[in-house]
């Protein structure tokens, strides 16, 4: 098949490349010119796509990546991988209309369209098929269509991969359903069909505001079982013995990323618009995570003072200050807060990640450092924001005289865990 991805991060990259390795002809899509050229020059900037994978599929001939919309015609399935943020707590789906008019202008009768996007439910039937139906001058029947969730867990490849994860797939008729899920079932060991894409919609909002929402009680109760005097992470330990009923959640220093700060407010935005009701659930949760920079801060300041040091003035290294461990995205990443604020007060930050890829670092408020010895020793204060597996946990403990550990990964006299 001729396949278009359109949107060249982290989701659609991963899924052009493995589409063209299974013999489908794919082109890459963004209207990212810097990206395109990389791409092109078989350079990679996804973690779970190696330049090699990249190169291999681009020699061949099964993938090319463009930014020209006049090179998408033809395709027989395109699929919409662009970003969905929040723009004041208002759904931005700008990104995916300009999408479709680009895909719209080349939609034939037969091909189809594919959102993969997070959204709210009822995104695909009122907002996608009539900007497809106007620019093709089709209607939807006459075309394909309709919605199946990323579901990619950027730098967590132990447990599963990007083919084994199981793919929820749905579409707005039979035919639709079916030629979607003929073309996933090529790329993913196991595909769910539902029976409508509100369903498709709504399950992946569900997956994430209960990630979310979990997240958010267990930084809750760590901010209470510190002021009681009780161990949080032994806590969750014990918690962890019980063999059903309960799933493992700890805390840290708030939440990012695209996904977890952004996905349930998709929900209760469409609540309230559509209903009048609130999401209580993913609102709280909200307001929970939001606080907890300004409460690892807090506490960092309380160590301090107990040292005979005030905050300003002091040295302080913020290590890992991507979203998540062992990944390379800063968006939405609570270190940005956290930073922010010690700067706010007078501190001299400092921020060290190896995951960070080159030119990444404009996006941050601090001078970027190598996490060594020497760093550590000149710190009054050391923060472990995320443990990435990079990092010399035994040299920190080691050279470092006080560590606020957000991660629960060290341990010694100097270390104080979150």
Not at 151 to 162: H, L
Not at 394 to 411: G, Q, T, W
Request: net charge negative.
């Amino acid at each position: 098949m001729d396949v278009v991805v359109a949107g060249q991060g982290y989701v659609g990259l991963t899924l052009a490349v493995r589409a063209a390795e299974v013999g489908h002809r794919v082109l890459g899509y963004d209207v990212d010119l810097h990206r395109i050229n990389q791409l092109t020059a078989g350079e990679s900037y996804v973690e779970d796509v190696t330049s090699t994978q990249l190169r291999a599929v681009l020699d061949t001939g099964a993938y090319s990546a463009t930014a020209d919309a006049a090179a998408l015609a033809g395709y027989d399935i395109a699929v919409i991988t662009v970003p969905t943020p929040l723009r004041d707590g208002v759904p931005d789906l700008s990104y995916i209309e300009t999408c479709a008019r680009t895909l719209g202008a080349h939609l034939r009768p037969g091909a189809a369209v594919v959102l993969e996007s997070t959204t709210y439910p009822g995104t695909t039937e009122e907002l996608l098929l009539p900007i497809l139906e106007e620019t093709s001058g089709l209607k939807a029947g006459d075309f394909l269509a309709g919605f199946s969730p990323e579901r990619i867990a950027p730098g967590n490849k132990k447990r599963w991969s990007f083919d084994g994860t199981p793919k929820l797939v749905s579409g707005i008729d039979a035919k639709s359903l079916d030629t979607i899920k003929g073309f996933y079932a090529g790329i993913f060991r196991t595909t769910v069909p539902v029976s409508g894409t509100k369903v498709a919609e709504l399950a992946k909002l569900i997956e994430n505001t209960f990630r979310f929402v979990n997240i958010s009680m267990i930084n809750e109760l760590a901010t209470l079982a510190a002021a009681l005097g009780v161990d949080i992470w032994e806590a969750i330990d014990a918690a962890a013995t019980k063999p059903f009923g309960f799933t493992r959640f700890t805390p840290g220093p708030g939440v990012g990323g695209h996904c977890l700060p952004v996905d349930p407010m998709f929900l209760s935005w469409k609540a309230q618009e559509e209903l009048g009701v609130p999401f209580r659930f993913a609102e709280l949760a909200a307001d929970v995570n939001r606080q907890m920079p300004d409460y690892v801060v807090r506490r960092l300041a309380e160590a301090l003072d107990k040292r005979g040091r005030p905050v300003s003035g002091s040295r302080i290294l913020l290590l890992g200050l991507t979203y998540k461990i062992n990944a390379t995205d800063l968006r939405e990443s609570p270190s940005a807060r956290v930073a922010e604020l010690l700067i706010s007060l007078g501190a001299d930050v400092r921020g060290a990640d190896p995951n960070i890829p080159d030119g990444d670092d404009t996006k941050l408020n601090v001078p970027l450092v190598d996490a060594n010895a020497e760093e550590m020793t000149a710190s009054d204060a050391v923060v472990l924001l995320m443990d990435h597996a990079r990092f010399d946990l035994a040299m920190i403990e080691k050279h470092a005289p006080y560590v606020f550990d957000c991660r629960n990964r060290l341990s010694g006299p100097n270390v104080e865990t979150l």
